[in-house]
């Protein structure tokens, strides 16, 4: 099976390797050493593909991103549709948007790496670097929120790839969703780990005086260096706070999320995260154990070896253990609630720090009276 170059190698990238997944039966292809260079490719709005220089400042977050880094290839999607409904019982949303497929922050982690196998793609670095932007989503989005029979309910955004990752300071497709939620008095969630957030404050403060919006920052580390590997494309955690102080200035509600937790590997963070974040002003906390499904486990084991060789055997029975001894626990309601010594261990130690900074029991409150479909305005008159 061909792979890319251990992580090692390979700065700016989250995954060690680019193996391809078989459970779809696709064809294997080969790994083009094209990617090695230091040029990203873009899709202009035809759907072109445009290179541009690795100096470009569409990304000026970052500093970590070697000369061998893969560049990212963005292509045009053309989706029927801009909501994604949920059914899932164990999450507190119904709906969410997903503005781009694959996410460049490069989070060894994530758990949507999978979807890229429906494509054909490896959910390694593919996931990472060949992306997908749907810039028609707002004005589907428009037309959605139109339809007679639409009921209103929190919109999430950020619940599969980030609504904020760098080539959202090229497309703008986020933002757009923004105007179109704001002009139609319809609530959203923001999850995102990028302090680019902050570049839409107008719109969410306007959202917020009227109990519209509210965000949640990821906050995984307080190190640089370890978030550095654990999620290269990020913002830096320093700015990820400075983000939710920004945010709660302009009277935005924040919470953080301490998620994943990584037993050994970020763990004993835990209560650090939660003071900083209490302190730059978020209003509410969450904190759930990594998660490895599908392919996502292999990459993880991968990724450990690379960076956490000395202890990656220790970090995968803390979660095997959590997980009745398997990578992953897929049925819901388990899902989000390992087991064991080490866990419960884990989840007192979020309760009290929480709790002592004053993070617990505090939730989303959105208003779902204030949507009038698009165009209704007009009717006023």
Same mark, same amino acid.
């Given at each position: 099976?061909?792979?890319?170059?251990?992580?090692?190698?390979?700065?700016?990238?989250?995954?060690?390797?680019?193996?391809?997944?078989?459970?779809?039966?696709?064809?294997?292809?080969?790994?083009?050493?094209?990617?090695?260079?230091?040029?990203?490719?873009?899709?202009?709005?035809?759907?072109t593909?445009?290179?541009?220089?690795?100096?470009?400042?569409?990304?000026?977050?970052? *500093?970590?991103?070697?000369? @061998? +880094?893969?560049?990212?290839? $963005?292509?045009?999607?053309? /989706?029927?549709? &801009?909501?994604?409904?949920?059914?899932?019982?164990?999450?507190?949303?119904?709906?969410?948007?997903?503005?781009?497929r694959?996410?460049?922050?490069?989070?060894?982690?994530?758990?949507?790496?999978?979807?890229?196998?429906?494509?054909?793609?490896?959910?390694?670095?593919?996931?990472?670097?060949?992306?997908?932007?749907?810039?028609?989503?707002?004005?589907?989005?428009?037309r959605?929120?139109?339809?007679?029979?639409?009921?209103?309910?929190?919109?999430?955004?950020?619940?599969?790839?980030?609504?904020?990752?760098?080539?959202?300071?090229?497309?703008r497709?986020t933002?757009?969703?923004?105007?179109?939620?704001?002009?139609?008095?319809?609530?959203?969630?923001?999850?995102?780990?990028?302090?680019?957030?902050?570049?839409?404050?107008?719109?969410?403060?306007r959202? *917020?005086?009227?109990?519209? @919006? +509210?965000?949640?920052?990821? $906050?995984?580390?307080?190190? /640089?260096?370890? &978030?550095?590997?654990?999620?290269?494309?990020?913002?830096?955690?320093?700015?990820?706070?400075?983000?939710?102080?920004?945010?709660?200035?302009?009277?935005?509600?924040?919470?953080?999320?301490?998620?994943?937790?990584?037993?050994?590997?970020?763990?004993?963070?835990?209560?650090?995260?939660?003071?900083?974040?209490?302190?730059?002003?978020?209003?509410?906390?969450?904190?759930?154990?990594v998660?490895?499904?599908?392919?996502?486990?292999?990459?993880?084991?991968?990724?450990?070896?690379?960076?956490?060789?000395?202890?990656?055997?220790?970090?995968?029975?803390?979660?095997?253990?959590?997980?009745?001894?398997?990578?992953?626990e897929?049925?819901?309601?388990?899902?989000?609630?390992?087991?064991?010594?080490y866990?419960?261990?884990?989840?007192d130690?979020?309760?009290? *720090?929480?709790?002592?900074?004053?993070?617990?029991?505090?939730?989303?409150?959105?208003?779902?009276?204030?949507?009038a479909?698009?165009?209704?305005?007009?009717?006023?008159?």
């Amino acid at each position: 099976m061909p792979v890319f170059p251990p992580a090692s190698l390979v700065h700016g990238r989250g995954a060690p390797a680019n193996n391809l997944s078989q459970r779809f039966d696709r064809i294997v292809r080969e790994a083009d050493g094209d990617w090695l260079d230091a040029e990203r490719t873009f899709a202009d709005r035809t759907g072109t593909l445009v290179r541009e220089d690795a100096a470009d400042p569409y990304d000026p977050e970052r *500093a970590n991103i070697g000369p @061998a +880094a893969p560049r990212t290839e $963005v292509s045009i999607e053309k /989706p029927k549709t &801009a909501i994604t409904r949920n059914q899932s019982p164990d999450v507190p949303f119904d709906r969410s948007i997903n503005a781009y497929r694959g996410c460049e922050h490069g989070c060894v982690y994530c758990f949507a790496r999978p979807t890229h196998a429906y494509l054909g793609l490896s959910p390694g670095q593919d996931f990472e670097t060949r992306l997908t932007a749907k810039p028609d989503i707002p004005a589907l989005l428009r037309r959605e929120l139109s339809k007679p029979n639409y009921q209103c309910r929190p919109i999430a955004l950020g619940t599969n790839t980030d609504p904020y990752q760098p080539i959202e300071a090229r497309y703008r497709i986020t933002r757009g969703i923004l105007k179109v939620l704001e002009n139609t008095g319809h609530p959203v969630t923001i999850t995102t780990k990028s302090a680019r957030v902050c570049e839409d404050i107008d719109i969410l403060a306007r959202m *917020a005086k009227r109990r519209l @919006a +509210a965000v949640m920052l990821s $906050v995984t580390t307080l190190d /640089p260096r370890l &978030a550095g590997k654990m999620e290269p494309r990020a913002s830096y955690p320093a700015r990820r706070i400075a983000a939710i102080r920004d945010l709660t200035a302009a009277g935005i509600p924040v919470h953080v999320s301490v998620s994943p937790v990584i037993p050994a590997i970020n763990d004993h963070e835990i209560e650090a995260i939660v003071e900083a974040a209490a302190t730059a002003g978020a209003v509410g906390a969450f904190s759930i154990v990594v998660r490895l499904p599908h392919e996502v486990s292999p990459i993880f084991r991968e990724w450990l070896a690379a960076h956490f060789p000395n202890r990656a055997s220790r970090v995968m029975s803390h979660l095997t253990e959590m997980r009745g001894g398997k990578d992953n626990e897929a049925d819901f309601f388990k899902r989000f609630q390992p087991k064991g010594a080490y866990a419960a261990m884990l989840r007192d130690r979020f309760r009290k *720090a929480a709790a002592r900074w004053g993070l617990d029991g505090n939730r989303l409150d959105l208003s779902t009276d204030l949507f009038a479909p698009p165009g209704q305005q007009l009717k006023l008159f």
